[in-house]
């Protein structure tokens, strides 16, 4: 309640700023209530669009599974500002999961240079099993890749 009151006060003065918008929508996903922050997303892309905004928004997308959309706004997210390693990041992993393996390491590969001296050991571990498996997508493509993961899951 406090950040929508936060919100409205700002919109009322004239000041139209995306950090509001983007805050309030976290809230609310946290809160499972994406429908409302998509809503508060729609409306700070129209007023105020920056960069981390139009990332909290791809990244909504992925997970409504918009993915067409969520790419839109993810490369426009770090178009709009270069220095943001999110959008980088979750572009990668969409574009895995896409199938568009070349384009995933290119992301990725960005994101562990704007988070350079930044990621933890697991952060580096993480990232570093992202990239094999996408190298691994790109020799066997991904429906391959997904059957032995699912098979893999399924004997567990």
């Known amino acids: 309640k406090l950040y929508r009151e936060s919100l409205q006060q700002c919109i009322l003065a004239g000041k139209t700023f995306s950090p509001p918008y983007t805050r309030l929508a976290k809230v609310l996903m946290r809160m499972k209530m994406e429908s409302e922050a998509?809503?508060?997303?729609?409306?700070?892309?129209?007023?105020?669009?920056?960069?981390?905004?139009?990332t909290t928004y791809g990244e909504l997308l992925v997970h409504e599974?918009?993915?067409?959309?969520?790419?839109?706004?993810?490369?426009r997210a770090s178009q709009m500002d270069p220095s943001l390693p999110d959008p980088h990041y979750i572009l990668g992993r969409?574009?895995?999961?896409?199938?568009?393996?070349?384009?995933?390491?290119?992301?990725?590969?960005?994101?562990?240079e704007l988070k350079a001296g930044q990621l933890s050991a697991?952060?580096?571990?993480?990232?570093?099993?992202?990239?094999?498996?996408?190298?691994?997508?790109?020799?066997t493509g991904p429906a391959k890749a997904d059957t032995r993961s699912s098979v893999k899951n399924s004997s567990q």
């Open 122 to 139: 697991w952060e580096e571990r993480h990232l570093f099993q992202a990239l094999q498996f996408d190298k691994y997508l790109a020799m």
């Open 38 to 54: 998509k809503k508060v997303l729609q409306e700070g892309v129209r007023r105020a669009p920056d960069g981390n905004l139009l």
């Open 94 to 112: 969409l574009l895995t999961q896409l199938g568009q393996t070349a384009k995933a390491q290119q992301e990725l590969k960005t994101y562990r």
């Open 65 to 75: 599974r918009e993915y067409n959309n969520a790419e839109v706004f993810l490369t």
